[in-house]
C-alpha cells in the first residue's frame, strides 16, 4: 500500500462516519430538507403572506409570490398565463378584504383549489370615504397591525394542515413561535408610542388605519385614493399643507415605491423632513416584517416622540 492509498483510505473512514453523524444529526433537527416532491406547493399573493407562510411551513413548504416583488399589489392585475400557473398549487393564500379581486378569476377555472382567505375573523374597516375609488369597500390594510397578522398567520397555518394533515403539529408549533416574535413587536410598539406626546401623523397613503387602532394614533394621508401613483390636485397638497401646518407636523412620510417628490413638497412647506413609512406592499431590499415594523416605530418615534 502506497502512502497516497493510505491516505485516501483514512479519508474514507472519516468522511463516513461524519456524514453519517450529518444525517443523524439533521433528521433531529428542524432543518430536515424534505424531498421536493412531497413539498406543498403554495403561492400567496404578496410580499407579507410569503414571509408568514414561509415561517410556518418552512421547508415543508415550496412558496411562490403571485404579485412579483416590486409591483405594487394594488393595482395588478394576473393575465390568463398567470392564472392557468395558479391553478396547480396546492393552496392560494390571499390577504382578502379586498385586496385581491382578481382572485375570483382562479375558482372560476378550478373550484377545487384551497384559497385561504387571511381576512377570516379579522373585523374589517370600511374604506376611507374619501378614497378607495369603487372596487374596495373595505380597507384591506390589516397586516400593518401585528395583533391583526396574527390572526393571518393563524389562517395560514390553518390552510396548511387541511392540505397537510400529517404535519398538523409541525405547523401548529411555528405559526405559535411566529406569533409570540408578532406579540414581543406589539409589546415593544406600544410601550415605545405610549411616551410620545403627539398622536397625528401624515402617511403617504392612507394605509395606516388598523395600526392607529391599534395604538391609539390618528391617520393622516397624502393620497386617499387606492392608486399609489395617483397624484393629488394642487387643491389638495393645499389642504394636506394646511393640515400639517395645523397639527405642527414635523415628519411628513413617503413610501418605498414612489417618488418622494410630494412628500418633499409638503415637509418643506412645514420646514419638516421626510421619511419612510412603510406599508409592506413592496419589499425591494427583502427585509422582514418585524424588522421593518421596528423601521416603521422608528421612525414613527420621530415624528411622534418630538
Ligand atoms: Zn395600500
Known amino acids: 500500500m502506497n502512502s497516497e492509498t493510505r491516505v485516501a483510505i483514512l479519508a474514507i473512514s472519516i468522511v463516513i462516519p461524519l456524514s453519517a453523524l450529518a444525517l443523524w444529526s439533521s433528521d433531529n433537527s428542524r432543518s430536515t430538507t424534505v424531498a421536493e416532491s412531497q413539498q406543498m406547493k403554495v403561492l400567496v399573493s404578496f410580499n407579507p403572506l410569503y414571509e408568514f407562510t414561509k415561517e410556518i411551513g418552512k421547508e415543508r413548504v415550496d412558496v411562490s409570490m403571485i404579485i412579483p416583488n416590486g409591483i405594487e399589489p394594488h393595482d395588478w392585475e394576473p393575465t390568463i398565463q398567470d392564472i392557468q400557473k395558479m391553478k396547480n398549487a396546492d393552496m392560494v393564500v390571499i390577504n382578502g378584504g379586498g385586496f385581491e379581486p382578481w382572485i375570483e ?9 384551497l384559497i385561504v382567505d387571511t381576512s377570516d375573523s379579522i373585523p374589517l374597516l370600511n374604506k376611507d370615504q374619501s378614497g378607495f375609488g369603487n372596487t374596495f369597500q373595505k380597507d384591506p390594510h390589516f397586516w400593518l397591525d401585528p395583533i391583526l397578522a396574527k390572526k393571518q398567520v393563524l389562517n395560514i397555518a390553518k ?7 400529517d404535519n398538523a ?4 408549533e411555528n ?6 416574535k408578532l406579540d414581543l413587536l406589539d409589546k415593544k410598539i406600544r410601550t415605545e408610542l405610549s411616551i410620545c406626546n403627539k398622536k397625528d401623523f401624515l402617511a403617504f397613503h392612507n394605509a395606516f388605519s388598523y395600526f392607529a387602532n391599534e395604538y391609539g394614533l390618528n391617520q393622516h394621508a397624502i393620497i386617499t385614493n387606492i392608486d399609489e401613483n395617483a397624484e393629488p390636485t394642487a387643491g389638495t397638497l ?3 399643507m394646511q393640515k400639517a401646518k395645523a397639527l405642527r407636523l414635523r415628519v411628513i412620510f413617503t413610501e418605498e415605491a414612489v417618488n418622494p417628490r410630494i412628500s418633499e413638497v409638503v ?11 412603510s406599508p409592506m406592499e413592496v419589499n425591494p431590499e427583502n427585509i422582514g416584517y ?15 416622540c418630538t
Not at 159 to 165: Q, R, T
Open 290 to 304: 418585524v424588522k421593518k415594523m421596528e423601521q416603521n416605530l422608528s421612525n414613527l418615534k420621530e415624528a411622534l
Open 175 to 180: 405559526a405559535d413561535i411566529y406569533n409570540t
Open 105 to 113: 378569476k382562479l375558482t372560476s377555472i378550478n373550484s377545487k383549489i
Open 159 to 165: 390552510g396548511l394542515i387541511k392540505i397537510d394533515p
Open 169 to 172: 403539529k409541525y405547523y401548529q
Open 267 to 277: 415637509a418643506s412647506e412645514i420646514g419638516g423632513k421626510v421619511l419612510v413609512l
Open 238 to 240: 393645499e389642504q394636506v
